[in-house]
């Protein structure tokens, strides 16, 4: 958990100090995955609401079908067995949500090193090359 928050965190802290040319290259990398990633989340938490008020349109009391070994047909059990089942079906859509935060963390290395490649064609002197290799170190 603590590294996903120091992850996070330097990725926040490195664009709010790029430079327009950076910042140019990490618009590239968004604009060509918000729509895909946005979509995606969007997508995977609608279902899951739909899932999940399934029993309310079709004849079925619960949104997954599964057989408990005590009777869910009386309250306050079957309140109980619909939101414990909700709960389940969001956590799951939240463990799916997880793969595109690691995807958002590839395509950040991936405009990282594009910059890398952009400061390396500009090299002038030892010194300039001794900070890439420092920054590659680092990524």
């Not at 996903?4 to 100090?17: D, G, P």
């Not at 594009?114 to 420092?134: P, S």
Request: glycine share 4%; net charge neutral; hydrophobic share 40%.
């Amino acid at each position: 958990y603590n590294q996903f928050q120091s992850i996070t965190f330097e990725m926040e802290n490195f664009y709010k100090l790029t430079k327009p040319h950076e910042e140019t290259i990490l618009q590239k990398y968004i604009n060509k995955c918000v729509i895909f990633y946005g979509g995606s989340i969007i997508g995977i938490y609608l279902i899951s609401i739909i899932i999940i008020s399934g029993p309310v349109t079709l004849n079925q009391p619960f949104p997954m079908m599964a057989e408990y070994p005590f009777d869910v047909f009386h309250q306050p059990m079957r309140t109980i067995a619909y939101i414990h089942q909700s709960i389940c079906i969001l956590q799951g859509s939240a463990h799916i949500c997880i793969n595109t935060y690691t995807s958002l963390l590839l395509w950040f290395s991936s405009a990282r090193l594009e910059l890398l490649t952009d400061n390396l064609h500009a090299i002038r002197n030892i010194y300039d090359l001794t900070k890439c290799v420092q920054e590659h170190q680092k990524l």
